[in-house]
């Protein structure tokens, strides 16, 4: 994954470096207050040559789909075969304080990417619009929801090519996702934080203030489905804040919360991850980015 934070004039050796280490896909991220998607999307594509880039996400309240498809076909033309397009509903509160949150999110979610898909495969939608033949790409992109209600994952099956899942992934949540996504020949790409170092739990210590936020109530479906699901809620309940619950936590679960050990420990952990479902696995780097991809690339070897 690309940060959302990263300096600006190191964008472009972060996208050159990975492609370079030799990772299949860079993901950027479009958070309220931060970089667009489109505009970091277009970047990465244009200093690299191989890389997939997945775009997560473009909130849907956030464009109209005439234009966001626009957009999209522009990418899939100029870089065919390697633009993946992630759309999902926003963060709430982010889509409240700009407007844009819809009084129906998932009809909104819905009528947005099956516009959007109708535009790049060349059709027409109400009111006559379409994409002039000329800007209709002959592979249009994947179109994947960043979700994670069950609602929301059963429309994700039933309109998408694939789903987001963000962090944290275990397999225990990756196979409950796919149970409410219902859906065959369908992508699950996961979000995980990684550190990989020589001392496994030197890893364990560098990701854990990475995990923070993963105790408050909107991460509770990635942690349902684990057997200590009740325990670390009780942990989270005890502790004031989500600096003192990453340090509590005990290693064996920052090791299923993340993708943190050895080279060998998390490239395990990424086959257990695609066992149960998970197409590509996504690190986000903690600490120095462009560092980082030194220490993440030897699970490639």
Not at 105 to 128: Q, S, Y
Not at 140 to 166: E, H, N
Not at 220 to 249: K, T, V
Request: contains cysteine; negative net charge.
């Amino acid at each position: 994954m690309l940060p959302r934070d990263i300096d600006p004039a190191r964008v472009v050796d972060f996208a050159v470096r990975a492609e370079q280490r030799g990772f299949d896909e860079l993901w950027v991220v479009e958070d309220l207050g931060f970089r667009g998607g489109i505009a970091q999307a277009a970047v990465v594509l244009a200093v690299t040559e191989r890389i997939r880039v997945g775009i997560g996400i473009l909130p849907a309240g956030a464009r109209n789909a005439a234009f966001a498809a626009m957009e999209l076909a522009t990418l899939a033309q100029l870089f065919p075969g390697r633009v993946h397009a992630g759309i999902g509903h926003g963060m709430p509160d982010w889509m409240r304080s700009v407007g844009a949150w819809p009084d129906r999110p998932l009809r909104a979610l819905e009528e947005h990417v099956t516009t959007v898909r109708t535009l790049l495969d060349g059709g027409a939608v109400d009111g006559g619009v379409r994409l002039d033949a000329s800007s209709v790409p002959a592979d249009p992109p994947p179109l994947l929801l960043g979700v994670r209600g069950p609602k929301s994952l059963a429309l994700s099956g039933r309109i998408a090519d694939g789903t987001v899942l963000a962090e944290p992934v275990t397999p225990e949540y990756a196979q409950a996702a796919l149970g409410r996504i219902a859906a065959s020949d369908h992508r699950l790409v996961a979000y995980n934080v990684g550190v990989v170092a020589e001392d496994a739990s030197a890893a364990v210590a560098a990701v854990r203030p990475a995990l923070a936020a993963i105790g408050e109530p909107d991460w509770a479906p990635h942690i349902a489905p684990l057997p200590f699901a009740a325990e670390f809620a009780a942990l989270r309940a005890r502790c004031a804040d989500g600096a003192e619950f990453a340090r509590a936590m005990p290693d064996a679960w920052v090791r299923q919360l993340a993708l943190a050990g050895t080279a060998a420990e998390v490239r395990a952990r990424i086959d257990e991850l695609a066992a149960a479902g998970v197409h590509s696995s996504v690190f986000i780097p903690v600490g120095d980015p462009v560092a980082a991809l030194s220490s993440l690339a030897t699970v490639l070897e």
